[in-house]
């Protein structure tokens, strides 16, 4: 069995307000010290997380959020998909 791969997409933390800023640190953080890969990106919008290049989860839920919001997330599995998600946010490895 190989490593799950994790990259997850965020604007930086201190491009939050607060003390929502510090939750993202330290959100970010543990993804790192988890072996996720976690790439800081200035305004973005989508939501979507990409694992093993083929497994997605995307939708409308903040993926870092810790508030009680009703969204939605769906999985995904597709390489074609992830990769396309991939360079819509110019992280291509």
């Known amino acids: 069995m190989h490593p ?4 997850v997409v965020t604007r930086p933390s201190d491009s939050f307000q607060g003390i929502t800023a510090l939750d993202v640190s330290q959100a970010i953080c ?3 010290s988890n072996n ?3 790439l800081c990106k200035e305004a973005i919008h989508q939501k979507f997380a990409i694992i093993d290049e083929k497994i997605v989860w995307y939708g409308s839920i903040n993926l870092l959020s810790f508030g009680a919001s009703q969204e939605s997330i769906i999985r995904i599995l ?3 998909v992830a990769h396309t998600l991939i360079k819509s946010v110019d992280i291509a490895q």
């Open 78 to 80: 597709s390489g074609s």
């Open 36 to 38: 996720a890969s976690v």
């Open 30 to 32: 543990q993804l790192q």
């Open 4 to 7: 799950v791969r994790v990259t």
